[in-house]
T-cell receptor, first 112, second 111 residues
Framework: NAGVTQTPKFRILKIGQSMTLQCTQDMNHNYMYWYRQDPGMGLKLIYYSVGAGITDKGEVPNGYNVSRSTTEDFPLRLELAAPSQTSVYFC???????????FGSGTRLTVV | QQPVQSPQAVILREGEDAVINCSSSKALYSVHWYRQKHGEAPVFLMILLKGGEQKGHEKISASFNEKKQQSSLYLTASQLSYSGTYFCGTEYKTNAGKSTFGDGTTLTVKP
């Protein structure tokens, strides 16, 4: 099992550009999440999904959008990139019930 | 509402013990713990549900005090491999399925 796969691993964007961060899981988990982690800080929830077709905002959703058309995929879209979006982005999934999160390896994004 | 972790940082010698606390001002549904090495993704250690249960993972265990809305992570006889940043994630009764993470506790184990 691959677990949670994120692409790309690194990306440099110019201010105002857009991009999509891809996230795929092969564990048939219903719950999926996007977090961002700034240097030396904890994880801030951007968006999450409890199943295909259902998404909801987290703590810091501004400047981002998500979709969940299948159980496996949960892409994160950045529109009009800003330097404040420079961060490491982690996608995670979990099964229902008392289970922990499985994180992807992260995408390191720099906006210049 | 973000849980509060303490201490922010701990430095230990190999073989020493440490306790990391995670406190919430809201009624907790569950607490889960992760370790993150520098430049890597967080790795799940354990999850605790309300009820004061204690769980173990090698020489790392945790407890959940529902009355105090607090969880503690115990690292005994620490090894060099325990170094990293430890995060607690909390779920609340009103929002199960959506976790909020603390800012982390950096643990450094020296030979």
């Amino acid at each position: 099992n691959a677990g949670v796969t994120q692409t790309p691993k690194f990306r440099i964007l110019k201010i105002g550009q857009s991009m999509t961060l891809q996230c795929t899981q092969d564990m048939n988990h219903n719950y999926m999440y996007w977090y961002r982690q700034d240097p030396g800080m904890g994880l801030k929830l951007i968006y999450y999904s409890v199943g295909a077709g259902i998404t909801d905002k987290g703590e810091v959703p501004n400047g981002y959008n998500v979709s969940r058309s299948t159980t496996e995929d949960f892409p994160l879209r950045l529109e009009l990139a800003a330097p404040s979006q420079t961060s490491v982005y982690f996608c995670a999934s979990r099964a229902e019930g008392s289970s922990g999160y499985t994180f992807g390896s992260g995408t390191r994004l720099t906006v210049v | 509402q973000q849980p509060v972790q303490s201490p922010q940082a701990v430095i230990l010698r190999e073989g020493e013990d440490a306790v990391i606390n995670c406190s919430s001002s809201k009624a907790l549904y569950s607490v889960h713990w992760y370790r993150q090495k520098h430049g890597e993704a967080p790795v799940f250690l354990m999850i605790l549900l309300k009820g004061g249960e204690q769980k173990g993972h090698e020489k790392i265990s945790a407890s959940f005090n529902e009355k105090k809305q607090q969880s503690s992570l115990y690292l005994t006889a620490s090894q060099l491999s325990y170094s990293g940043t430890y995060f607690c994630g909390t779920e609340y009764k009103t929002n199960a399925g959506k976790s909020t993470f603390g800012d982390g506790t950096t643990l450094t184990v020296k030979p």
